[in-house]
């Protein structure tokens, strides 16, 4: 599992404390919370594809632990916006912050290395390899191959083991034997989910997790969700098209419009903001 802040407790002596160390504790906790940079930030943050601007000077700030849905008409820029802060794009200006620190000049492997993990619109398994396969090569990924690996995980079973809670956790372990090429679509896209949480980013860019699902499949998704952020040790970054399940799980909402934010607040705000339901083709936003 990942572990939760480790400085915290370990500022606590086990010895009895004095009222002074209390309140020293409690004033220094205060402050490291308040000074605490954002998860994710980007400012100014804009790409230009030939005479196209798909993302026009857009600054937000994506808090710790929280999930902030983006979400916008077909061709907004969600996606480019993802794609700048994985990397994979670079931006034509404007920069990316990961904690406070600038990554903008930072390849896709850097920032997946100092917890950007994202999913794609498309999904992105190996179709002949078991569905245990696919995330057991996640975690292995995860930690270097050698005496690292090995103190990491005491054995192949528990890495195998882990891999199979990641496959109950997306609500898959009964298909953990099976090529990932025979599950369904749906199945698919929780086993994305799955690999994607066995690299451990601390931050978690969804791409549309509920894309081509069909109407049975949305709420398993959306269960495992909910469920990453009440473990409440990822920030997660969420673009979807599905109105309703965008309005349960979001802390606050982020609406693109050709490229330029138009709005970022909470859920009901969002939904009663009249730009927003001018963006949604001029008549309220869609609920589905
Ligand atoms: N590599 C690229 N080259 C040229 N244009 C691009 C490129 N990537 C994105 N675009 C353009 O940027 C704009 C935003 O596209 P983007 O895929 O980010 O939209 P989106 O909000 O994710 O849409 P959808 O809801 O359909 O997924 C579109 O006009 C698209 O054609
Ligand atoms: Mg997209």
Known sequence: MKESVGWAPSLIPDSPRTTDQ??????YIKKSTMDKAPAIETRDLTIRFGGNIAVNEVSLVFE?????????????GKTTLF????GQYKPTSGRVYLNGEDVTGLDPASRTKLGIGRSFQLTNIFPTLTVLENVRLALQSKVDVGMVFWHHWRSYTELEDRAYDLLK???????WRYAASTLTHGEQRKLEIAILLGLDPAVLLLDEPTA???IEEVPAILEIIQDIKAAHNRTILLVEHKFDMIMTVSDTIAVLKEGQLI????????????????????G?????
């Open 83 to 86: 794609n700048l802060i994985s």
């Open 284 to 288: 309220g936003v869609k609920h589905g």
């Open 212 to 214: 081509g699902m069909s």
């Open 169 to 175: 956790q997306v609500l898959l372990e009964d298909r």
């Open 263 to 282: 709005c970022d607040d909470t859920p009901e705000a969002v939904s009663n903001n009249e730009k927003v339901q001018a963006a949604y083709l001029g």
């Open 22 to 27: 209390i309140e020293f504790h409690s004033i």
């Open 64 to 76: 710790e632990y929280h999930l902030k849905s983006i979400i916008g008409p077909n061709g907004a």
